[in-house]
């Protein structure tokens, strides 16, 4: 099954990865007028995309003023790097304690999923199904708490954790951390799921700082 995929979240994920790559500063206006001129759309769109960026924590809406971006400094970055890290690292850990036979095979039909963008390099895909892949994991704590504020600090990083598998063989070990992170929740080894989990974030952090310098 596909899901259509609107104008106005298409111009969100370019906006997202403009933020990531650094085309924006932090508060500078995100000028209406030539961004739509710019993505060859009405400003319709352009606005619902602007508000989906204002959610996110990349951009703030000032009545009167407009839409400005709000890009986390480096030093922010590697914070909300850290602090992911062990957000994943619990989440892995209890879901090795908890996770069940069906969300097993939902992870390894991911992890599927995942290889099969990478086969084809194509890593916006292959980032939509790793947010499947860990989104399955977060369920699989049994911790709707610890899951809703994963997924939080996620979407404020997803911009960045997506930029970085542009880096040269990141796809490839990714995937290699993926089917580590699979191993050991078939395993139901806590310890090792919360090892790997840390690392895969970790290197996460590691890759973007190579990518900005």
């Avoid at 598998?165 to 990141?170: C, G, I, N, S």
């Avoid at 929740?185 to 310098?213: C, F, G, P, W």
Wanted: glycine share 4%; charged share 30%.
């Amino acid at each position: 099954m596909t899901t259509k995929t609107s104008t106005a979240d298409l111009i969100y994920e370019r906006l997202e990865a403009m933020i990531a790559d650094g085309r924006f500063k932090d508060g500078e206006r995100l000028d209406e007028v030539s961004l739509a001129r710019e993505f060859g759309v009405s400003r319709t769109p352009l606005r619902q995309a602007l508000q989906l960026l204002s959610s996110s924590g990349l951009a703030v809406f000032h009545p009167n003023r407009g839409t400005f971006a709000r890009t986390p400094d480096f030093v922010r970055l590697v914070e909300m790097f850290e602090v992911m890290a062990e957000l994943e690292a619990w989440c892995a850990k209890l879901a090795a304690q908890r996770i069940t036979t069906a969300q097993v095979m939902l992870l390894r039909q991911a992890a599927l999923r995942c290889d099969r963008a990478l086969s084809i390099q194509d890593y916006r895909q292959y980032y939509q199904e790793n947010e499947t892949f860990h989104g399955i994991i977060y369920d699989a704590t049994g911790n709707g708490f610890l899951a809703e504020e994963t997924r939080d600090m996620q979407r404020r990083l997803r911009p960045f954790r997506q930029a970085q598998l542009t880096v040269a063989d990141r796809l490839t070990s990714s995937m290699k951390e993926h089917r580590q992170v699979l191993e050991a929740l078939e395993a139901h080894d806590a310890r090792k799921a919360e090892t790997v989990m840390r690392e895969h974030i970790r290197i996460q952090s590691m890759t973007y700082k190579q990518l900005r310098n």
